[in-house]
């Protein structure tokens, strides 16, 4: 008997499912899709349980025949094209006739259309790949495509499927993606019959992205257009004190089509660099229209990912665009605009300090003063008592950091390690290019990193207050929109983050209130701190020993600490050195970088060979 032998149809579908249709957000991407191309002007999606129960799209488009309704669910079935020539050239956003196959194959699958000058409209049924039904049946213009109990016949792949609210925000993420560049069709997503979307036609772009992003973000946003040889960029993006912790604020498009390419971030970041610090990232909505031709769409099965025939010029359009854009809207310093035409230009890595203006040192990209770090006094916006009783206070050195607020210490220096001698007795020598501390110490050097030692300060204080629950109030409660998947981990957060001394509550769709924040924090505006979060603990997560609080705690810590490259006062060193001592664990960073080295005097000696 043959050992190679071809596989049947529906095991067949089912590989290509397991390659298209991985969760339900692939499922409403696939299906939203076709109603685009079916130049609908209004799609309606329904969910049940996250889409595992039913997922429904319904659209107004063109419809189908009966007969091309039964070709619909074959594989390699498809109206989109019809030689090489239009496969190297695919302007729509399906082409492969290989989602409603793959999907009806692990699904109870039902599809209902009619086409504008049919009198009678057709339903198909289909079980596990397997045709059940296929009849006549009255329904207006257009289709609708019903997905019922996913992955019933492939167990395996349903026990991988994660929680309704992890379901839901890959959907959601998926869904507004695709409804941001068509700002023409009107676009609801309903969830367990609540309206979780419902963004109306809009004449532009513009209008589209205020819908999605929200007045406040979209408020900030400033357009930008550039134009070549069968090429166009264009799009809207942020100043750069509105910077993200992580790239889901970064949208791309390529003909409309929604993708994730590195080498269009890297172009985008490249215009960015001399403005923003390194791992942080801008908010850009980047349109690229460019002639099908010129583009292979033809990648991958989920066509995230596109290849351009000419990657370096289409790289240059992108970084010019986003450049210019910036500049254009940028206050008068010609300053600075000469040093970022330089970095433009010339391609080099330059250290450029300046940037937009901001009410917040931190936002600005300027060091922080130490006493600011620490809260002297509360900002404008925060009412100064606090709920809760702070731990008693410790004596400090004479310089030491008045943050209006005490801090037990929970060491004293002559509990410190022997190879750690108490800091502050150490006769300090200077700053070494403004990023380390040169201290004598009785056997060698003692070189202290500022930034890292002052973050192990700061995460000592924030892990003790966060435990304690103290919270201070804000004298205007402020409002945080935001994307789909960090409004589900927020949402999955609240309770935690409510219990360590925030007062969040959900308003509206991807919307939450802040109240009051914990009262070590206030210094540190609540809707960056809370982007600080959930972006730093986008991986950490993933990590069994996790903690929500030790995260707020070091995220909190590292954006309040004080920067490298900032210049101390002798008094603030003092002070620094003095707090160090207090603290349990003073060797790393709370990322678990080394906060000091030392030199010896046979290492020196070493050195200097003489030895």
């Excluded at 037990?408 to 800091?423: I, K, N, Y």
């Excluded at 769709?509 to 009262?519: G, H, K, N, Q, Y």
Aim: aromatic share 6%.
């Amino acid at each position: 008997m043959a050992r190679i032998q071809i596989l049947p149809d529906n095991l067949t579908n089912q590989i290509a499912a397991g390659e298209v249709v991985e969760r339900p957000a692939a499922v409403v991407k696939e299906l939203v899709e076709n109603s685009i191309d079916a130049r609908s002007l209004k799609i309606h999606v329904a969910l049940s349980q996250g889409g595992r129960k039913e997922i429904r799209v319904v659209d107004n488009g063109i419809g189908m025949a009966h007969d091309d309704a039964l070709l619909a669910i074959e594989r390699h079935a498809t109206s989109k094209i019809k030689n090489l020539q239009d496969l190297e050239a695919v302007a729509s956003l399906g082409f492969r006739g290989e989602a409603l196959p793959s999907i009806a194959s692990v699904s109870r699958f039902e599809l209902v259309t009619r086409e504008d000058d049919s009198l009678a409209g057709t339903l198909i049924r289909v079980e596990g790949g397997v045709l059940r039904e296929a009849r006549e049946t009255g329904c207006p213009r257009g289709t609708m495509v019903t997905v019922r109990d996913l992955f019933y016949n492939v167990p395996a792949r349903r026990k991988f499927l994660r929680t309704v609210d992890t379901e839901m925000a890959h959907i959601g993420d998926r869904f507004v993606r695709l409804a941001m560049a068509h700002p023409a069709i009107h676009f609801q997503l309903v969830h367990q019959e609540r309206t979780l979307y419902d963004f109306q036609r809009t004449g532009n772009h513009a209008g589209r992205v205020a819908q999605v992003l929200g007045p406040a973000l979209s408020g900030r946003l400033m357009p930008f257009r550039t134009e070549r040889r069968h090429l166009t960029v264009h799009g809207f993006l942020a100043p750069p004190e509105l910077q993200r912790p992580n790239a889901q604020y970064l949208f791309q498009y390529v003909n409309g089509r929604p993708v994730w390419e590195r080498m269009l971030n890297r172009a985008v970041l490249s215009a960015y660099e001399a403005l923003i610090p390194k791992g942080k990232y801008p908010v850009v909505v980047l349109f690229i229209d460019i002639a099908h031709g010129l583009v292979d769409i033809n990648v991958h099965p989920t066509k995230r990912e596109v290849r351009f025939r000419e990657p370096s010029e289409v790289m240059e359009a992108v970084r010019e665009a986003v450049f210019r854009g910036l500049e254009s809207h940028r206050p008068n310093n010609t300053d600075a605009s000469r040093r970022l035409r330089g970095t433009l230009l010339a391609r080099e890595d330059q250290a450029v300090t300046a940037g937009p203006p901001s009410t917040h040192p931190a936002h600005r990209g300027e060091p922080v003063p130490i006493k600011a770090a620490l809260g002297a006094s509360p900002p404008s916006g925060i009412d100064s008592p606090v709920e809760t009783d702070p731990p008693p206070h410790a004596a400090s050195a004479e310089a030491s950091f008045p943050d209006g607020r005490p801090f037990h210490r929970t060491t004293s220096p002559e509990a410190l390690s022997p190879v750690s001698p108490g800091f502050s007795r150490l006769p300090f020598i200077g700053q070494v290019g403004n990023v380390y501390l040169l201290l004598e110490a009785p056997d060698g050097l003692l070189l202290i990193d500022q930034h890292a030692a002052h973050e192990r300060i700061l995460y000592d204080r924030l892990s003790q207050s966060t435990r304690a629950g103290a919270r201070q109030r804000l004298l205007h409660s402020v409002v945080i929109h935001l994307l789909p998947k960090e409004s589900a981990k927020l949402t999955r957060w609240l309770d935690q983050l409510n219990r360590i001394g925030f007062e969040i509550e959900p308003f509206g769709r991807d919307s939450f209130v802040i109240a009051a924040v914990p009262a070590v924090l206030s210094d540190v505006p609540p809707d960056t701190l809370l982007r600080e979060v959930l972006g730093a603990a986008h991986e950490d997560e993933k990590n069994p020993s996790w903690n929500l609080t030790t995260s707020l705690a070091s995220t909190a810590a590292c954006h309040s600490a004080v920067r490298a490259g900032q210049k101390l006062k002798p008094d603030e060193v003092r002070a620094l050195l003095h707090d160090l001592d207090a603290t349990a664990m003073p060797f790393t960073c709370p990322h678990g970088r080394p906060l000091w080295v030392k030199l010896t005097h046979s290492e020196l000696a070493r050195l200097f060979h003489r030895t």
